[in-house]
Nanobody
Framework: QVQLVESGGGLVQPGGSLRLSCAAS????????MSWFRQAPGRERELVAA????????NYAESVKGRFTISRDNAKNTVYLAMNSLKPEDTAVYYC?????????????WGEGTLVTVSS
């Protein structure tokens, strides 16, 4: 089992910045693909950014490219999402996800989320 705990959310003005953290316990994250998703009120959960186990590849939603950066520190078992130039439409609950497929078995874990509110 992997337990994921997100932190760093809060209220920020448009144009501001936040850095989210996702700390894992239970198992090492070093072999998992890590992702950040978000869900705004009345909308489906969407992928924001993902990073492979060695940080070799990152992927971003078009809406956040150039503004958000995903990174990971396997030694600290932590994943980060740096968010800059925040917009009101970035307001959502942000969830951390860990995913790994071994011999066809999918291991998929979620945190409980952290709320980001972008408003003046």
């Amino acid at each position: 089992q992997v337990q994921l705990v997100e932190s760093g959310g809060g209220l920020v003005q448009p144009g501001g910045s936040l850095r989210l953290s996702c700390a894992a316990s239970g198992r090492t994250l070093s072999t998992y693909v890590m992702s950040w998703f978000r869900q705004a009120p009345g909308r489906e959960r969407e992928l924001v950014a993902a990073i492979t186990s060695t940080s070799a590849i990152t992927n971003y939603a078009e809406s956040v490219k150039g503004r958000f950066t995903i990174s990971r520190d396997n030694a600290k078992n932590t994943v980060y999402l740096a968010m800059n130039s925040l917009k009101p439409e970035d307001t959502a609950v942000y969830y951390c996800n860990a995913r790994r497929v071994v011999s066809g078995l999918v291991m998929n874990y979620w945190g409980e989320g952290t709320l980001v509110t972008v408003s003046s």
